[in-house]
């Protein structure tokens, strides 16, 4: 017998995989009500901040025939990632893919008419530049969307607010957002863009 051999994988889901797919699951529809809320209209230009596994993008980008869903990442593997979940989009032109971040979206100004973003606010490296490019990207009018756990966030809930207000944005609102699974509820932010 060969002790040194590598024992037979398991083919059946662990623990772990089992919870990673709750979690998928949760923010997919995190991301669907996102895009729900921001009544897009055909013809509409969207950022999507973290494109991450493309629920988001695929959802903005079937709600704007005529228009476009942008989605920005960081990560080449998480927009690939994107890109394989919307072939069809992506080929329309309705879904275009970037690299970039909060702080550099690579947009220009007032080129969008909604920023949506599912829980990445933590991960920009800082909040208020952030903000600030999202509202140069934002048209008159336009409107961001963002929802973020509070145990990820890093700062008290209306901090974010007042630096939203600070950036330029009118008419913030917070809410708390329905139950999760096994984490806290989260955060929504919506802000508009004066005209």
Do not use: Q, Y
């Amino acid at each position: 017998m060969n002790r040194s051999a590598a024992p037979p994988r398991s083919t059946t889901s662990t623990p772990a995989r089992g919870l990673a797919r709750v979690f998928e699951a949760r923010d997919a529809r995190t991301e669907r009500r996102l895009v729900e809320h921001a009544r897009l209209r055909p013809g509409d230009s969207v950022l999507v901040l973290g494109a991450g596994t493309g629920t988001g993008v695929r959802a903005a980008g079937v709600m704007v025939p005529g228009g476009v869903a942008i989605g920005v990442d960081p990560s080449p593997d998480a927009l690939r990632l994107c890109a394989a979940s919307c072939p069809d989009l992506v080929d329309s032109g309705r879904v275009r893919l970037r690299t970039g971040t909060a702080a550099r979206t690579g947009l220009s100004n007032a080129s969008v008419d909604a920023v949506l973003s599912t829980d990445t606010v933590h991960l920009w490296s800082d909040i208020a530049t952030g903000f600030a490019e999202l509202h140069r990207v934002l048209r008159p009018g336009g409107v961001l969307l963002l929802s973020v756990r509070r145990s990820l966030l890093g700062c008290k809930p209306l901090d974010l607010r007042l630096i939203a207000r600070r950036a330029g944005f009118t008419e913030v609102i917070m809410r708390l957002g329905p139950p999760r699974l096994f984490s806290a509820a989260p955060f929504e932010l919506l802000a508009r863009k004066p005209r």
